[in-house]
Structure formats: C-alpha cells, structure tokens
C-alpha cells in the first residue's frame, strides 16, 4: 500500500511538472517590429508605407500603416533589420541595424521629415504668403 501511494505521489507530481512546462509560452522564434509613423506636423500618417529589410540587404519588403498611423511586421527571424516610412512624398531617415531577439517585440516611432519640398498635405491652411 506505501509503495502504491509513493508511486502514486510520484507519477502526479511528474504530471504537475509536465503540465507547467507545458503552460509556460513557446517562442518559436518569431519576432515582431511595430510603432507608429508621424509626419512633419507630428501627427500619425495614415496609409503611409513603411520599407524594410535586414540589415544584409536581403528581402526587401513593404507594409502599410493603418488609419492611425500604427504599423505591425510580425513572423520575422531573429537579426537586424533597416527601416524607412514614407507617405504623402515625405521620408524618414533609415532606422538602421534594429536589433531583434527570438520573441522580441520592438516598437519604433518613424518621422517623415525629408522631401525637395513640403508637400500642400502637409501646409498649414491658415498661412499667407
């Protein structure tokens, strides 16, 4: 009977410790950028395009910001990435060498700031000249 209970105990606790384990959260890996694009007059673009790539160049790809100017590229591998937004025909400066971890989540705050001139969007509607 005092072997049962003890083989018993055992086994429960090995079944505890099991489902612990397996309760604890999976990263597979999968990394996430994500922030918000702002434009000159520091408020979020909407529908502006955000570019990125690793760090080496290689798979050049684009997403686009929501209606808030919010933006999310999710399932990306563990390295370093470059990143630019651009909408309304303005740009930001490369964001270079983002470093992410497996699993990690960075959030980044992109402003558009270059152009060969400041686009009407982007003019204030009470200003005379």
Do not use: C
């Not at 890996?29 to 520091?42: A, C, F, I, N």
Request: net charge positive.
């Amino acid at each position: 009977m005092r072997r049962t209970i003890v083989l018993l105990s055992i086994f429960l606790f090995a079944l505890a410790a099991a489902s612990s384990v397996s309760a604890a959260p999976q990263h597979k890996g999968s990394s996430t950028l994500s922030g918000v694009v702002l434009g000159p007059d520091d408020k979020p673009v909407a529908h502006a395009s955000v570019s990125y790539q690793s760090s080496g160049g290689n798979g050049a790809h684009v997403v686009h910001t929501d209606s808030y100017g919010r933006f999310s590229i999710t399932k990306l591998r563990a390295d370093n990435y470059d990143l630019r937004a651009s909408g309304k025909g303005v740009f930001s400066e490369w964001e270079k060498n983002i470093m992410l971890r497996a699993g990690q989540t960075r959030d980044l705050t992109l402003h558009l700031v270059y152009a060969k001139e400041i686009p009407k969007a982007y003019v204030k509607s009470n200003s005379k000249q």
